[in-house]
């Protein structure tokens, strides 16, 4: 099983990004798939979850500016940001886990992707 991102790059304050994932292997199990992100001297954090039935969460800091979806049938995940702060700026990573609940905290995580950059300026 093998997750990898797509997208990011840089934008100015105000502008919108998008990050998207792709799933590889066997997938059947899948119960959550989420986006987390780092910042440089910081601990990854929880940005947006969302389960097989579609049902999403966010993070407070990105409701309403961000919306994550998904297509089950490609295995795909897609992050859109919208209104970006500087404070948004860090590394996006894309993870899938198999337990029924969509848990904030990433050791409940089983596969995570590389990650792909996300640098928003004053």
């Known amino acids: 099983v093998q997750v990898v991102e797509s997208g990011g790059g840089a934008v100015q304050a105000g502008g919108s990004l998008s990050v998207s994932c792709a799933a590889y292997g066997e997938t059947v199990g899948w119960r959550c798939m989420g986006w987390f992100r780092q910042a440089p001297g910081k601990e990854r954090e929880g940005v947006a979850l969302i389960d097989a039935d579609g049902i999403a969460v966010y993070a407070d800091s990105v409701r309403v500016r961000f919306t994550i979806s998904q297509d089950r049938s490609m295995n795909t995940l897609r992050l859109d940001m919208n209104k970006l702060k500087p404070e948004d700026t860090g590394v996006y990573y894309c993870?899938?886990?198999?337990?029924?609940?969509?848990?904030?905290?990433?050791?409940?995580?089983?596969?995570w992707g590389r990650g792909t950059q996300v640098t928003v300026s004053a």
């Open positions: 993870a899938v886990s198999p337990h029924g609940t969509c848990y904030w905290e990433t050791n409940r995580w089983d596969v």
